[in-house]
T-cell receptor, first 116, second 112 residues
């Protein structure tokens, strides 16, 4: 089946620093990838849609200058949390649909971010 | 607005028994997809089952089956012969095209 990886799996950083999270589709090309945020015991909330070769599309209420998304290739999307603050601590998950996969999303294993 | 509602925050089932998880959604689209995903403690999202709205036949995957009622906008998941490994959070998701909208989730406990 389709595989999506994320790196790092967990990261701890100091307040004010920036953190980059990578999302890779390992065995298929993904022109579109999605970034979600999940708070403890809550559902996944879509943050943005990452589009290869063009600007990301952000959901309402998500600060595009704070959550920078770059979709540099057909297999890699990155999410950079800039000037991180403790309230940015969360679980970040990416997903990608496989072409011809009947709308099925394949999810990465997630990245746990803790901002001190 | 498109919404997905899971009215059962938590459910319990005895091992080997059957349990049904509820999901309703609201949409004005006629063509869309519905999914059930499982999220174990590892937090990796795992696809359980998928249903295309244009198909009247309910999807089945081994011990997992759905009851899809398009007019009622209902999409319940039935787990038969429950196993300890089925214990997880289950999320219902709706998408007209790629962009998923998730329900709030149901935590399933399986009792030995």
């Amino acid at each position: 089946g389709a595989v999506v990886s994320q790196h790092p799996s967990r990261v701890i950083c100091k307040s004010g620093t920036s953190v980059k999270i990578e999302c890779r589709s390992l065995d298929f090309q993904a022109t579109t990838m999605f970034w979600y945020r999940q708070f403890p015991k809550q559902s996944l909330m879509l943050m943005a849609t990452s589009n290869e070769g063009s600007k990301a599309t952000y959901e309402q209420g998500v600060e595009k200058d704070k959550f920078l998304i770059n979709h540099a290739s057909l297999t890699l999307s990155t999410l950079t949390v800039t000037s991180a603050h403790p309230e940015d601590s969360s679980f970040y998950i990416c997903s990608a649909p496989r072409a011809g996969g009947q709308e099925t999303q394949y999810f990465g294993p997630g990245t746990r971010l803790l901002v001190l | 607005a498109q919404t997905v509602t899971q009215s059962q925050p938590e459910m319990s089932v005895q091992e080997a028994e059957t349990v049904t998880l509820s999901c309703t959604y609201d949409t004005s689209e006629s063509d869309y997809y519905l999914f059930w995903y499982k999220q174990p403690p590892s937090r990796q999202m795992i696809l359980v089952i998928r249903q295309e709205a244009y198909k009247q036949q309910n999807a089945t995957e081994n011990r997992f089956s759905v009851n899809f009622q398009k007019a009622a906008k209902s999409f319940s998941l039935k787990i038969s012969d429950s196993q300890l490994g089925d214990a997880a959070m289950y999320f219902c998701a709706y998408t007209p095209r790629y962009k998923y909208i998730f329900g709030t989730g149901t935590r399933l406990k399986v009792l030995a």
